[in-house]
């Protein structure tokens, strides 16, 4: 699976064409489970041992990420979570191999070297953000390759978000108009012409009323005052908010996460945190985890990200 910031390389196996490698006897029907951490450590070295990935050129170095017992059925292919005696005929074994990259690659490169009587030939399945495509591999032809032709950049981008203060509407019109109705009544009530006065500012009242839609802006509500956010203008700012999160915790780099989440998250007093990666993969999901988190004030918005990634490159 190829996406930006890493390449995940997820081999099945079926123990039984391994036997000569993984160790279980030819008389073995089934497999212990105090055998089975032996015998997926050294499926795993066999495995990375026949794999040789090229990025952009390079040859990259991997990383024995997990291996796992699987159990498949119509469902697909799931990480077995607990231990349990396998048949070594049926037994399947997942090995996944991570590969960092600093965003996403141009070419990508996979040579496979390990084909057998018992495996002739392997299926490979090469997945990006925007589509996928397989191929066999056989010892004639044992390289796929891909070549970065998306329509559109997967790296994800990170935007501030724009709280625009409460507004109050202020009729133009109106305004000088009140303003004469006042004076009016000033005017009626120290007795200059108390009867004109009057119904001059009965007249212009009404007129006040009748132009309040005509000519009408809007202002800020000054200071502090209308602070907290209507329900409305909350729902626009989190909808910003929560993706910009999300998408700081998909880069690797820990300094750029923490560039990315300044657009977003805010601290009214200096807080410290750490973060660690957790792989908690199965089905191809990754997910970020918090080891610590300790603050002395209050932050704005905090999140944790879950990552899909995609299914396996090659078979």
Not at 176 to 191: K, S
Not at 242 to 267: G, I, K, M, S
């Amino acid at each position: 699976a190829i996406q930006p910031f890493e390449i995940r390389h997820e081999i099945l196996v079926r123990v039984a064409h391994l036997r000569e490698v993984a160790g279980p006897a030819p008389d073995e029907v089934m497999l212990a489970v105090e055998q089975q951490d032996a015998v997926a450590e050294r499926i795993g070295a066999y495995v990375s041992s026949g794999v040789a990935l090229t990025i952009d050129g390079n040859p990259a170095p991997g990383t024995l990420d997990r291996i796992d017992y699987l159990t498949v059925d119509l469902l697909g292919v799931l990480p077995r979570p607990t231990p349990i005696p396998e048949p070594v005929a049926d037994a399947m074994v997942g090995v996944t191999i991570v590969y960092l990259v600093p965003g996403m690659p141009e070419t990508v490169t996979l040579s496979w070297s390990e084909f057998s009587a018992a495996v002739p030939s392997v299926p490979a399945t090469v997945i990006d953000p925007e589509s996928s495509g397989s191929v066999m591999l056989a010892p004639g032809a044992a390289t796929v390759q891909w070549e970065n032709a998306l329509l559109e950049d997967p790296i994800p981008t990170v935007a501030s978000v724009a709280v625009e203060p409460p507004r109050v509407p202020v009729p133009l019109l109106s305004l000088p108009l009140v303003v004469a109705v006042l004076i009016l009544g000033v005017m009626a009530v120290r007795g200059r012409r108390p009867t004109l006065s009057l119904a001059g500012a009965r007249v212009t009242l009404a007129a006040a009323f009748l132009t309040v839609p005509v000519a009408r802006t809007s202002v800020p509500v000054p200071f502090n005052f209308g602070s907290v956010p209507s329900e409305r203008a909350a729902r626009r700012i989190l909808a910003g908010v929560l993706p910009n999160v999300y998408r700081a915790f998909e880069f690797r780099d820990e300094a750029t996460v923490y560039d990315r989440l300044a657009l977003t998250v805010t601290w009214s007093i200096a807080a410290r945190w750490s973060w660690r990666s957790g792989a908690v993969r199965a089905r191809g999901w990754m997910r970020w985890r918090w080891s610590k988190w300790t603050t002395s004030g209050r932050p704005t918005a905090a999140a944790s990200k879950h990552v899909p990634c995609g299914p396996s490159a090659a078979r």
